[in-house]
Structure formats: structure tokens, C-alpha cells
């Protein structure tokens, strides 16, 4: 609205047709501001009553949304697209918190180097470090292979919900065999 004002909206008129005002774009401008069309801004002085009952008779022509209890569990709107925010999140997350604290280590006294980072976890039992592996290499594996069958949705393929249910559970059983190798069989 301001740079209407200024002559913005007039200029780019002006710019279309030729004018006496060609050869200086200065001379424009002001030629540009004089032309502009305003309208008088009216106000009324209301008491908070008032307002109040003018935002509630809005508010009820406005449309209501469903409240999350209406849907079914079983339905795909919580199935693994859910779940690859989830676990996106869960490993962006991690990622901030590990580099986080690998940038205040110095100031702290810690030691999150790559060699004691090494040491620590060879030094740990068997169980624990897999289950470690297995805590980060499932949602690793859910996001990646669910990311490429969003691919697939831009591409317009898989849409009916046969396909995508049965789409989730082979997604799941892929991620968790491809966690178990990332964990136990390298």
C-alpha cells in the first residue's frame, strides 16, 4: 500500500504508455504519486462488547474441523507417514544434540573425539552396543525407504489405500531386517 503511494502502481502504468515524463525517471515518480488513486480509511469507535460480538458472529460462519477422535487408529493417517516424521526427527535430533556437545567438549573438559569415542564403545558389552545400532540404524532405514516411496507419490503412483497399507508393512519389515543388518552384520 505504501509503495502505491509512492507511485509504484503509477510508474509501472507509465512504464506501458509513453508520457511527457520519458527521459527522467525522477519526473516520473513525482508524476507517478500525484496520479495515485487513495480511499479514505473509516473508523468506528467500538466498546469491547461490541467487538466481541462482532468476532463471535464471524466465527460462526466460519467452518469447523473435525476433532482427531472422529478418525481410526487403523487408518493410514498415522501409518508411516507419521512415522518417517518421527523418526526425521529423531535423527536430526540426535545429529544436534551429538554436534552440540561436540562443539562445548573443549570448554567442558569432555573428550568426544573420534578415538574416545572408539575406545567408549568398544568398551561396551556386546548387547548394548547393539542395541545402540539397532536404536539408530531403524529409524535411519524407516526414513530412507519411506523417502523413496514419497518419491513415488510425486510421481503419482500408489495412491489407493490397499496399496498404501500394504505399502507401510512392507516398508516396516524392510526397515527392521536392513536395522538388523546395520547393527548386527557389519
Same mark, same amino acid.
Given at each position: 500500500? #505504501?509503495a502505491? &503511494?509512492?507511485?509504484l502502481?503509477?510508474?509501472?502504468r507509465?512504464a506501458? &504508455?509513453?508520457?511527457?515524463?520519458?527521459?527522467?525517471a525522477?519526473?516520473?515518480?513525482?508524476? *507517478?504519486s500525484? /496520479?495515485?488513486?487513495?480511499?479514505? =480509511?473509516?473508523?468506528?469507535?467500538?466498546?469491547?462488547?461490541?467487538?466481541?460480538?462482532?468476532?463471535?458472529?464471524?466465527?460462526k460462519n &466460519?467452518?469447523?474441523?473435525?476433532h482427531?477422535? #472422529?478418525y481410526?487408529?487403523?487408518?493410514?493417517w498415522?501409518?508411516?507417514?507419521?512415522?518417517?516424521? #518421527?523418526?526425521?526427527?529423531?535423527?536430526? +535430533?540426535?545429529?544436534?544434540?551429538y %554436534?552440540?556437545?561436540?562443539l562445548?567438549?573443549?570448554?567442558l573438559?569432555?573428550h #568426544?573425539e !573420534?578415538? !574416545?569415542?572408539? !575406545? @567408549? %564403545? @568398544?568398551?561396551m558389552?556386546?548387547?548394548?552396543? +547393539?542395541? =545402540?545400532k539397532?536404536?539408530?540404524?531403524f529409524?535411519?532405514a %524407516?526414513h530412507?525407504?519411506?523417502?523413496?516411496?514419497? /518419491?513415488?507419490?510425486?510421481l503419482?503412483?500408489g495412491?489407493?489405500?490397499?496399496? =498404501?497399507?500394504?505399502g507401510e508393512r512392507v516398508?516396516f519389515?524392510? *526397515?527392521?531386517?536392513?536395522?538388523?543388518?546395520? *547393527?548386527f552384520? =557389519?
Amino acid at each position: 500500500m #505504501i509503495a502505491q &503511494r509512492v507511485g509504484l502502481a503509477a510508474l509501472r502504468r507509465g512504464a506501458v &504508455r509513453p508520457n511527457a515524463f520519458n527521459s527522467q525517471a525522477v519526473c516520473r515518480a513525482v508524476a *507517478a504519486s500525484a /496520479l495515485t488513486q487513495t480511499r479514505p =480509511i473509516a473508523t468506528t469507535k467500538l466498546s469491547t462488547s461490541e467487538g466481541h460480538e462482532i468476532l463471535v458472529a464471524q466465527r460462526k460462519n &466460519r467452518p469447523v474441523s473435525p476433532h482427531l477422535s #472422529i478418525y481410526k487408529m487403523e487408518q493410514t493417517w498415522f501409518g508411516a507417514s507419521a512415522w518417517t516424521r #518421527i523418526t526425521g526427527c529423531t535423527l536430526s +535430533g540426535a545429529a544436534y544434540v551429538y %554436534f552440540a556437545t561436540y562443539l562445548v567438549a573443549p570448554l567442558l573438559g569432555l573428550h #568426544i573425539e !573420534s578415538a !574416545s569415542l572408539v !575406545s @567408549a %564403545f @568398544a568398551a561396551m558389552p556386546l548387547a548394548l552396543k +547393539g542395541g =545402540i545400532k539397532l536404536a539408530l540404524g531403524f529409524p535411519f532405514a %524407516f526414513h530412507a525407504i519411506n523417502g523413496v516411496r514419497h /518419491l513415488s507419490y510425486d510421481l503419482v503412483k500408489g495412491f489407493s489405500k490397499k496399496t =498404501i497399507q500394504t505399502g507401510e508393512r512392507v516398508i516396516f519389515a524392510t *526397515a527392521a531386517v536392513l536395522a538388523g543388518y546395520l *547393527a548386527f552384520g =557389519i
